[in-house]
């Protein structure tokens, strides 16, 4: 009994961060009252008693933008509180009621409420960053690189800089082309059947020299069709940003590049926020 009880502290102990600094969490929050799926939500986690505005990271979960759900992410959440960060979880419309462009609008419009918002959470509008997992990686690097989304809020670009994990589609268009797919393929359905849309919705044919700094990692063991987009994607990002920092994670899969973070000793979170403090300080 002594033995299970250890083990059971310790896996607590795991789950609360290793910490005991105290949060605040700010659940179900419309960002969205309406849309192709209805409104849509977000949730907060931020360090409480902060006396300076923090750090503001907006994750976008993945699931082939067909599935998938932010409480999912809640953990992640939490101990991204627990270092300092507020983290907000984000709910999107979801394919076959949503297409791409409007699952992008929904995320850009969820950065507008956070620019307009965390304050009141103890966050710094001024350094919202964006980060996403595999569909929610394409996301967040099409909001973060294609300026159209922003400007169809009236609003300039506020992201400060993006983190993609593992990312899906940032050559949307090349692997379209290549996988020839059947027409009733849920990615027709997110991306139609139209090549010179699956073009604009490819974040690599967006790159420019004035889009905000990013931090890429890719599991080395990742599916064969990310790791494709993922090189071709770091290779025409040297024409513009040539340091941009690009991790190939040892012996990783697709999912655990995600669920590695539910670990709150994760040594990429460590990396992350170095990578974000480091946003602005050489401007």
């Known amino acids: 009994m ?3 009880a250890v083990i059971l502290a310790a896996f607590l102990l795991t789950l609360s961060g290793c910490s005991f600094r105290k949060i605040n969490r700010s659940k179900n929050i419309v960002y969205l009252p309406k849309g192709p799926s209805g409104k849509q939500e977000l949730n907060i986690f931020s360090p409480a008693r902060s006396k300076s505005a923090n750090d503001v990271l907006v994750f976008i979960h993945g699931g082939n933008w067909n599935s998938g759900k932010k409480s999912q992410y809640n953990i992640i959440a939490n101990h991204w509180a627990k270092k300092g960060i507020v983290c907000l979880m984000i709910d999107y419309p979801l394919s076959p009621q949503a297409d ?25 509008p001024d350094r919202i960053f964006v980060s996403g997992h595999s569909a929610g990686g394409h996301l967040a690097a099409l909001i973060s690189i294609d300026d159209q989304y922003f400007k169809g809020l009236k ?8 983190i993609l994990i593992d990312a899906a589609g940032l050559d949307m268009y090349g692997y379209l082309e290549e996988e020839k797919l059947s027409a009733d393929h849920t990615y027709l359905k997110t991306f139609t059947k139209d090549p010179k849309i699956w073009k604009e919705a490819t974040p690599l044919y967006h790159l420019h020299r004035d889009m905000p700094p990013m931090l890429i990692y890719r599991g080395e063991k990742t599916y064969d069709s990310i790791l494709k987009s993922n090189e071709k994607f770091t290779k025409a990002l040297d024409q513009y940003a040539p340091d941009t920092p690009y991790h190939i994670v040892n012996g990783k899969k697709h999912i655990p590049m995600i669920t590695q973070f539910f670990n709150p000793w994760n040594r990429y979170y460590r990396e992350i926020i170095e990578f974000m403090a480091g946003v602005g300080t050489s401007q």
């Open 2 to 4: 002594l033995i299970f």
């Open 155 to 162: 609003i300039k670009n506020p992201i400060a800089g993006t």
């Open 100 to 124: 791409y462009k409007e699952m992008a609008a929904a995320c850009a419009q969820a950065v507008k409420w956070v620019k307009e918002d965390i304050r009141r959470y103890n966050g710094n």
